[in-house]
């Protein structure tokens, strides 16, 4: 899966669970600072990419991630480990 995809794929899910605005979704934009996220927010989002990746996402992975490009960069990186 390309980055350009994932990027897509994150902004969707974004959009789906947290009722945000895809016009406000950059890859530059802070989780938690920006989109208003929670940590609770991040569990979920998580345990939807886990769902849709197929693959156990590290907590240490997630503990670094910051922006949607984080978020991006993590999940290639999995896909990649295939």
């Known amino acids: ?3 350009d995809a994932i990027y897509q794929e994150i902004v ?3 959009v789906k669970l947290f009722e945000l605005d895809a016009a406000d979704i950059t890859a530059e934009s802070r989780l938690y600072e920006d989109l208003e996220l ?3 927010d ?3 989002m998580v345990v939807h990419l886990q769902k849709r990746i ?3 996402i590290k907590p240490e992975i997630f503990k ?3 922006t949607v490009q984080d978020v991006v960069d993590a999940v290639e990186q999995l896909i ?3």
Do not use: Y
């Open 1 to 3: 899966m390309e980055k």
């Open 12 to 14: 969707e899910l974004l």
């Open 38 to 40: 929670d940590s609770i």
């Open 42 to 44: 991040a569990v979920d």
């Open 54 to 56: 197929g693959r156990k």
């Open 64 to 66: 670094s991630v910051r």
């Open 80 to 82: 990649g480990e295939e």
